[in-house]
């Protein structure tokens, strides 16, 4: 029981259930993870609102619903090798892991991934492992990858992740596109990737290179 409990089962009623999200397992990592842990501390009384909430260094945790769609169009059964490209506050790394085997997470900003680190730890979530660097590479050293979820929106289908996708139907989950963005799910049997088109979307823009914070 913690003292935002009520708001979370209101979120998962009226912002996600109610819009179509029906996994039950889905809804249940909803309920489960804490998302005020993940916002900054002046920020947690509105960590259950209908909308994203920045993060600091321009970016955002984004909006709860947005999440459970992207989760529940990755069709999780408990045992997939997930990457997320996007760490930002670990709240989807969050959802992600509560649902797989074990979930990599890149991000390029060092305070973000330094940050999202601890969050994790410190709650438990021990099957997610962050990892500084340039997304758009991917992780080739532990692909292949069930799973891959992009939270920051590349201008053009990402070449180097498409490769690093299980070959039997393994699934990547993308906002795409920099002005007007589509939310697609690619899914890969050898050669083949099937496009498949769910919402239109608002994302932070995937950007290249990881930059000096030392
Ligand atoms: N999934 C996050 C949402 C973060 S917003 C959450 O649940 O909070 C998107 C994140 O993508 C930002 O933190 C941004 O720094 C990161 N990002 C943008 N381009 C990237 C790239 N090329 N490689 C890795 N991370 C990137």
Request: with cysteine.
């Amino acid at each position: 029981m913690d003292l935002y409990e009520s708001k979370r089962k209101q979120m998962v009623e009226y912002q996600i259930k109610a819009r179509g999200i029906s996994s039950e397992k889905v809804l249940e990592a909803m309920m489960k993870v804490k998302r005020h842990l993940f916002v900054p501390p002046e920020k947690a009384l509105y960590a259950y609102e209908d909308r994203p909430l920045a993060i600091g260094h321009e970016q955002t945790i984004s909006q709860p619903y947005i999440v459970a769609l992207m989760t529940e169009a990755a069709s999780l059964t408990g045992s997939e090798k997930v990457l997320e490209i996007g760490t930002g506050s670990g709240y989807q790394c969050a959802v992600l892991s509560c649902l797989s085997g074990s979930v990599y997470s890149v991000e390029r900003i060092k305070p973000l991934a330094v940050r999202a680190g601890n969050t994790l730890s410190g709650n438990g979530f021990m099957n997610c492992e962050i990892i500084l660097g340039d997304g758009y590479n991917g992780l080739p050293d532990q692909a292949p990858f069930d799973v891959i979820m992009l939270t920051a929106s590349p201008p053009a289908m990402p070449e180097k992740l498409l490769k690093q996708l299980n070959d039997d139907g393994g699934r990547m989950i993308l906002p795409l596109g920099t002005v007007s963005q589509t939310l697609i799910k690619v899914t890969r049997y050898r050669s083949r990737f099937i496009r498949e088109d769910l919402a239109g979307v608002i994302f932070v823009p995937m950007v290249p290179g990881v930059p000096d914070y030392t």
